[in-house]
């Protein structure tokens, strides 16, 4: 089995700063894309930002300036580091990772819990 978990969400004032990680564990061959994804109340889910396996980075429009996506492939392991964060980055954040598994075949995409990250003051 693959577990993403997450940690580092939390009530911060506008202006203030999160960093949120996610940790893959398992029997994991080997890791692609990972990312993290965000819903708001009443609002799909999207997109926050991404990262490939060379590093590759892309982010929403929303946060671009603000937020950095990076990972640790020895731990397989993401991070986002949020900064300058508004009210409206209020939601909750997934963090997904498209995994192979030791055993079994093709890859699988995969969630993690999600943890809350509240901007109010």
């Known amino acids: 089995q693959v577990q993403l978990v997450e940690s580092g969400g939390g009530l911060v004032q506008p202006g203030g700063s999160l960093r949120l990680s996610c940790a893959a564990s398992g029997s994991i061959f080997s890791t692609r894309a990972m990312g993290w994804y965000r819903q708001a109340p009443g609002k799909q889910r999207e997109l926050v930002a991404a990262i490939s396996s060379g590093d590759s980075t892309n982010y929403a429009d929303s946060v671009k300036g603000r937020f950095t996506i990076s990972r640790d492939n020895a731990k397989n392991t993401v991070y986002l580091q949020m900064n300058s964060l508004k009210p409206e980055d209020t939601a909750v954040y997934y963090c997904?990772?498209?995994?192979?598994?030791?055993?079994?075949?093709?890859?699988?995409?995969?969630w993690g819990q999600g943890t809350q990250v509240t901007v109010s003051s």
């Open positions: 997904h990772a498209n995994i192979k598994r030791a055993a079994g075949p093709g890859w699988g995409n995969y």
